[in-house]
């Protein structure tokens, strides 16, 4: 029986940036997605799978678009001119070419982000909002507009010149730690797909060109990956201090640590490679009491100098209260559940962990109430573990 279920999972973000590409037009590549997976679903039960099913959802989608073109031009419109497919082995590199499309500095950088996690990784609107800390309707908006300049401006659908690659880097390597991510973070519905797809564009692009942020956030996403296997347990989420670390890939950490020591070495050394260098603190420690907060908090205050955000400021507030107590990490976290951080589920679980370690239960359990009001049903759970285990105390 053929499961096309798990080919649209596998294959339909390869197709669509493949129909982007050959299509020059977001819109009507999701269209030949559709069309084409449409057909399969009425041909291959009766014909069976064919050898290459994405190459066929590809000529099915291209060729449904075609005729299509072609019925529009009959009625006055223009024709495009539009390139040939290529062999296979030149598809594997599309999703990297959208990227670079989508990234390129015409549109907004929040935009060029946005469009590339739509398109490329088809993730709803509703989870990069999340991820960006913004209402969907106000995201969604991004998206079309951004859609309409690369349109309007009639980009090309390739990875730039060498010269033209430092202008997009940024906004690159942002959108491939967001899809690592979006497969790793979620406790609704963990993608190891979409993580493992980041570490091969991450790979690919820094065979590309040379620069130590390529290097430092390959080895960040190799050090975060190496530990997934200790990140949930009876599909709860389990706390990094109480991570069994026998279940890490240690060779995996090794790489990674050793791309983040070639990029401090390269001297190109910005925000990938510092939180790189915090991770693999982490993972190197041979357990949570050994692990060295001194230089973590450290590293978070240089990430803050480089980087300003609530969500650092937020993460250096946890590594100073294991230096200098939860008092001084609750003094910094309040202003930001109170502020810039009042919608972030994972500030109010913060701000809730360091007023029980302060013995402040009731300000806890308040606190513990507004991260589950923030929180999806998968999430919830775990959370209100944390709450009985609080009334327990």
């Not at 979006?182 to 620069?211: K, N, V």
Request: with cysteine; hydrophobic share 45%.
């Amino acid at each position: 029986m053929i499961d096309l279920a798990a080919i649209w999972a596998q294959d339909r973000q390869r197709v669509l940036a493949t129909l982007i590409r050959l299509l020059g037009d977001f819109d009507r590549a999701e269209e030949a997605l559709h069309e084409a997976f449409l057909a399969a679903a009425e041909k291959w039960p009766r014909q069976g799978l064919p050898d290459n099913p994405f190459g066929w959802l590809v000529s099915a989608g291209r060729f449904r678009a075609l005729d299509q073109m072609r019925r529009e031009a009959r009625m006055g419109g223009e024709l495009p001119d539009l390139p040939a497919p290529e062999l296979a082995p030149e598809w594997q590199d599309d999703s990297l070419r959208l990227i670079f499309t989508c990234c390129h500095p015409a549109p907004p950088p929040e935009a060029q982000v946005a469009l590339t996690l739509r398109t490329v990784c088809g993730l709803a609107t509703e989870d990069i909002a999340r991820a960006f800390l913004i209402r969907p309707p106000a995201l969604a908006q991004r998206i079309v507009r951004a859609k309409a300049r690369i349109k309007a401006l009639g980009l090309g659908y390739e990875i730039p010149e060498p010269s033209e690659l430092p202008a997009r880097l940024q906004a690159v390597l942002h959108v491939i730690y967001l899809v690592f991510n979006e497969g790793y973070l979620s406790a609704a519905a963990p993608r190891p797909d979409l993580s493992t797809e980041a570490i091969r564009l991450c790979r690919h692009l820094g065979a590309l060109m040379q620069d130590g942020e390529v290097l430092g956030l390959l080895g960040l996403m190799l050090c975060h990956e190496a530990r997934r296997q200790g990140r949930f347990k009876d599909g709860a989420p389990v706390a990094l201090e109480d991570q069994d670390r026998g279940q890490w890939d240690h060779r995996m950490i090794a790489e990674g640590r050793a791309l983040i020591e070639r990029a401090f070495a390269s001297g190109s050394v910005g925000p990938f490679t510092i939180q790189g260098a915090i991770a693999a603190l982490h993972a190197n420690a041979p357990s949570a009491g050994a692990t060295d907060w001194a230089e973590i908090a450290g590293l978070y205050a240089v990430l803050e100098r480089l980087q300003p955000s609530p969500v650092v400021r937020l993460n250096r507030a946890m590594a100073l209260a294991m230096v200098r107590g939860p008092a001084a990490g609750l003094a910094m976290v309040q202003p930001l559940t109170q502020g810039p951080l009042a919608n972030y589920r994972l500030a109010h679980l913060a701000e809730a962990d360091l007023l029980t370690r302060l013995q402040r239960r009731p300000e806890a359990h308040a606190a513990y109430g507004r991260a589950l009001a923030l929180s999806s049903d998968a999430e919830k759970p775990a959370i209100e573990a944390l709450v009985a285990k609080l009334h327990g105390a």
